[in-house]
Structure formats: structure tokens, C-alpha cells
């Protein structure tokens, strides 16, 4: 199997960023954690400054019809800032309406506490995990 550059998966939100990233040979999804928006910057730029990123993949809120919504012109502005400050980054976009939803019920299936489960980032780190794991699938 190739060892490949990472791919870093984002569910972007007004308070938190959840991110998670492949594993080098785009088995797995691997949760990162929750940074606010300078986190985000910074952690984008120490994966650039290595090399280590193949692409950006960003959860775009469509409703279940697949419609717009309020948080998609939010994404949309974030993807905007995101191009302008990495422009040497290829970012990708991927259907997410149902990943924070996904997420919980992982969160639940796990065994872990209430008081776990509802600790603040989890569940975004989580939709950003299922985001990446459903991409990853879809390309193998």
C-alpha cells in the first residue's frame, strides 16, 4: 500500500471546528479535536509547513432535500477566507447534513457516559470523523 499525505476533514461551526484526518494510507478517519478559528490556521499551517496535507475536506450543511440553508452561506464565507489564506490547498466540500446526527448515535453506541458524550467539541470532532470516514469509502 502508498503512504499518502494526509487528507483533514472540517465541520465547521460558529463556535467550535471539529477536524479529524486520514490515516497515511486513507484507511481510517482519525479525530483530531476541536479548535476555534485561529486554531484552525495554525494547525493548517504546521501541516503545510511538513507537506503533510493532500487536501481539505469541508462538511456543506444541505438540508435533506438538499437544499440551502442559514449555515451554508456561513460555510460558504469560511470556504471563501480558507481559499484566500491557503491558496495553495485544494479544498473539497462534501454533503454533511446528517453527520453531527451520525455522530451522536456513535457517540451513544460507544458506552460512554452522558457527561462524556455531551463534553463540548465531542460531537463536532465526531461529525468530522464521519464526514472523512464516509469520503474515505466512497474513494476505496
Known amino acids: 500500500m502508498k503512504i499518502k499525505k ?3 476533514a472540517i465541520d465547521f461551526g ?12 486513507w484507511l481510517f478517519a482519525q479525530p483530531v479535536g476541536t479548535v476555534d478559528r485561529a486554531g484552525l490556521s495554525k494547525h ?5 509547513q511538513q507537506d ?5 475536506l469541508v462538511g456543506y450543511p444541505l ?29 473539497k466540500t462534501s454533503d454533511e ?12 453506541a460507544s458506552g460512554k457516559s452522558r457527561k462524556v458524550r455531551q463534553q463540548k467539541g ?11 470516514t464516509e469520503y474515505l469509502g466512497s474513494c476505496g
Open 6 to 8: 494526509r487528507i483533514l
Open 14 to 25: 460558529t463556535k467550535r471546528i471539529g477536524l479529524a484526518q486520514s490515516d497515511p494510507l
Open 44 to 48: 493548517l499551517m504546521s501541516m503545510v
Open 52 to 56: 503533510a496535507v493532500e487536501f481539505v
Open 63 to 91: 438540508s435533506t432535500n438538499g437544499e440551502t440553508n442559514a449555515m451554508t452561506g456561513v460555510v460558504d464565507r469560511f470556504l471563501e477566507e480558507l481559499r484566500a489564506e491557503f491558496p495553495q490547498l485544494v479544498i
Open 97 to 108: 447534513h446528517h453527520s453531527s446526527r451520525d455522530a451522536r448515535q456513535i457517540l451513544v
Open 122 to 132: 465531542r460531537v463536532d470532532t465526531a461529525a468530522a470523523c464521519v464526514l472523512l
